[in-house]
């Protein structure tokens, strides 16, 4: 039987907050292309704001970790891996040839950007041949220009799919923010990025990481102390720069990593809990102005301010190599996990707007 002959079944976000069950054929592969076959798929926060505002039909789906079931001579001789191999993915599909690859910076090359009209897994029209370019399917098609990173196969599925986050984790405060030890480092916003940056600040030796969030996170609050953060401020009944200066004797945090979902106040309390020559980094989108912008106040404590995304290849090899470790209860991050047809039920999860208390939501698509 040909592949052509054969059938795929993958979830299809087919219009804004809409899911179904469609099949594809297997795809016939060059020399230079392959075909992963899919074993688990975290839902991220950018799935979730994808599918609110779908426009072509598309698989979602970018934090993947499969098997390669085919692959090509020269894909093979390229990616280092053969037929059989456990690998993680990354997301960017770069071109490979322009300034910002050639300096390693592949997450910002323009062939990425899906916004205009880059390739991106979990984020390319179905309607681009061969369709399969997301995680939430049995099988996800490896582009000539893919990004892989072969994985121990002794290291859960469960755990595996928290490989990019944990790498931005290590991006943000390892590569660029040289977090070590002597360093306080506060994180704001428990959700999978901030636990992410509690995981790397702390295998990177901080002397001190502080989790900060809301009532409505408590349990993600005290999870993040079994992952290592050494204190938490709960900013419903605290006041967050009173804490701070108690807990760091007035010295307050070399670095502060904003990675809240929303809203302009805990901008604004970075740059009031950082110390003087601080370190603040904005990493998540806010999708609003800031309206109290007071640049007085980052002069006058010589501030430096770093707006960062995503991750590089070092960085995702680092969280490989932490979470296979066994250091850090990773395996205590997912907190749901459902099979294809029930896709639009972790979305909805993942939103805060399915089953309760969602962490670390994760499809497996032979479940």
């Known amino acids: 039987m040909k592949n052509s002959d054969k059938r ?17 054929p297997v795809p016939e592969l060059s020399a230079n292309e392959g075909l992963l076959k899919v ?33 090509g001579a020269e894909a093979a001789k390229r990616w280092g891996v053969q037929e059989g191999d456990r690998v993680a993915m990354e997301e960017y599909l770069p071109c490979g040839q322009c300034d910002r690859c050639r300096e390693g910076l592949y997450r910002a090359c323009s062939f990425t950007d899906s916004r205009r009209g880059g390739l991106r897994y979990g984020n390319t029209s179905m309607h681009l041949k061969p369709g399969l370019w997301g995680g939430f399917s049995q099988y996800m098609y490896l582009h000539p220009n893919a990004v892989v990173h ?3 196969k002794d290291v ?3 755990e595996a799919v928290f490989t ?11 590569l660029e923010a040289k977090v070590g030890v002597g360093k306080t480092v506060v994180v704001q916003g428990p959700g999978q990025q901030g636990l992410a940056c509690v995981l790397a600040a702390k295998a990177a030796g901080a002397d001190k990481v ?7 996170s408590i349990r993600r609050l005290q999870l993040s102390m079994q992952l290592g953060a050494d204190a938490i401020v709960n900013t419903t009944t605290e006041n967050l720069v009173d804490r701070i200066a108690e807990m760091t004797d007035g010295k307050m945090a070399d670095v502060v990593v904003d990675v809240t979902s929303g809203g302009a106040e805990p901008v604004t309390q970075a740059f009031a809990i950082a110390k003087n020559r601080g370190l603040v980094i904005l990493a998540a989108y806010k999708y609003a102005k800031i309206p109290e912008w007071d640049s007085d106040l980052v002069l006058s404590k010589s501030l430096t301010i770093k707006g960062l995304r995503g991750h590089s290849y070092r960085s995702v090899e680092m969280a490989i190599q932490c979470i296979a470790s066994g250091k850090f209860p990773v395996s205590l991050l997912q907190s749901h996990r459902y099979g294809l047809q029930d896709v639009d039920l972790a979305l909805r999860t993942a ?6 208390n969602p962490l670390l939501v994760a499809v497996n698509p032979w479940q």
């Open 8 to 24: 795929v079944l993958a979830a299809v976000a087919t219009e804004p907050l809409v899911t179904q069950i469609q099949e594809f």
């Open 150 to 152: 072969r994985l121990p």
């Open 156 to 158: 859960p599925a469960a």
């Open 210 to 216: 502080i989790m900060v969030g809301r009532q409505t």
């Open 351 to 356: 939103d805060g707007k399915g089953e309760p």
């Open 39 to 71: 074993e688990m798929v975290g839902v991220c926060g950018t799935d979730v704001a994808n599918y609110k505002h779908i426009s072509d039909p598309r698989i979602l789906g970018h934090h993947v970790v499969g098997h390669i079931e085919k692959i």
């Open 164 to 174: 990019l986050p944990l790498a931005n984790g290590f991006e943000w405060m390892c």
